[in-house]
């Protein structure tokens, strides 16, 4: 259907993996059930990093194992090595993410490694992945803007993306990891960008740190892009980005997205309830 729009939640790891309080496990289990109910297709359900980098999600397996699947959606995990993807293989995670960045210093800060280091990390994993059959998603992160280094050009943005199509990856969420990409520095990453690559190929990734993130939804839906990301009551940020803050909440993209036309079926119902919870979960 040509008006479907994806919503690709990713609150339980996106929205969790910064906060500082450490939220227990069986209150991520229950956050990731009440997500199912919602009519969602895709769920990131945690990160299958070390945990010294990321002590919230250092319950990841048990996450995996206890929560409740439904049949049409799909449990997904983000990877940044081989040793993840066995983990998030062991746990039948239907999917998994890899990432990179498009700022050299980010790339450092996040996963300890220059970006074509990263690239040269994955290929293992990706071969793996297509032994048994599984999908990747590849993340690319400062896409226009870098918390380190300003400004980030648009072909360094498409040197990652080509890489990744390359190696398989089904397709790519672009991350505006600190919330200060604009409809005009959008515009110019997509012009360059989809010269090269369908735009169809692309996820939008907006962190909602200056309430940008609609206006940048509305920018990218006009250029064909068809998935989003979004998380429940608009939970998190990335711990190694200073400054990031959640990602545009799934409640306001829903309303937004169907406003405008385009269905999602999600039910808005559910969506609320899901979010009270999330919100309980964070509140100090
Ligand atoms: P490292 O220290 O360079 O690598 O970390 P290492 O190989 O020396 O490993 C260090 C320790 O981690 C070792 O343990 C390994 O065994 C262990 P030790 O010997 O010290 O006890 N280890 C692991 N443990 C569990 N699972 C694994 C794993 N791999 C190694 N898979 C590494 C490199 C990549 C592991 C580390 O930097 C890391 O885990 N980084 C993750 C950072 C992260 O999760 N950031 C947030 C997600 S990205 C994001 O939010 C952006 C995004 O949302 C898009 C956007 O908004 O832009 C996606
Ligand atoms: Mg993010």
Redesign the pocket.
């Known amino acids: 259907m040509s008006d479907f729009i994806e919503i690709f939640e ?1 609150g339980p ?2 929205g969790l ?2 906060e500082s309080k450490i939220i227990d496990t069986k209150s991520k289990i229950t956050l990731v059930d009440l997500l199912s109910d919602c009519g969602l297709q895709k769920i990131e359900v945690s ?8 002590p919230q ?1 250092a319950d990841a397996n048990i996450v995996f194992k206890k929560i409740i699947r439904k049949k049409n959606v799909k449990y997904t995990a ?4 081989l ?2 993807l066995n ?1 998030a293989v062991l746990v039948c995670a239907d999917e998994v ?1 890899i ?1 990179a ?1 498009a700022s050299e210093t980010f790339s450092k800060k ?4 220059s970006i074509q280091e990263s690239i040269t ?1 994955f290929h293992p994993l990706m071969r793996k992945a297509k032994h048994l059959g599984i999908s990747v998603r590849g ?5 226009t803007d870098c918390p380190y280094e300003g400004e980030i050009s648009p072909s360094r943005v498409l040197n990652v993306a080509k890489q990744f199509k390359e190696m398989g990856c089904y397709q790519i ?1 672009l ?3 600190i919330g200060n990409s604009t409809p005009t520095s959008l515009n110019k990453l997509y012009r360059i960008l989809f010269s090269e690559l369908p735009e169809t190929f692309f996820a939008g ?1 907006f ?1 909602d740190t200056k309430d940008r993130a609609l206006d940048n939804v509305e920018l990218s839906l006009e250029n064909g892009i068809k998935t989003f ?1 979004s998380s429940i009551a608009g939970l998190g940020g ?4 200073p400054g ?1 803050s959640g ?1 545009v909440s799934t409640e306001k993209i829903f309303k937004f997205i169907e406003a405008k036309g385009y269905q999602t079926k999600l039910s808005l119902d559910k969506i609320k309830k899901a979010s009270d919870y999330a919100k309980s979960l964070v509140k100090q």
């Open positions: 990713v790891r996106d993996q910064s990160s299958f990093v070390s945990p010294k980098w990321v999600l983000l990877t940044p090595n040793r993840g983990d993410a990432f960045a996040n996963i300890n490694c990390r993340y690319i992160s400062c896409i969420s991350g505006d990891t990734h962190h990301d990335c711990p190694y980005a990031s990602n």
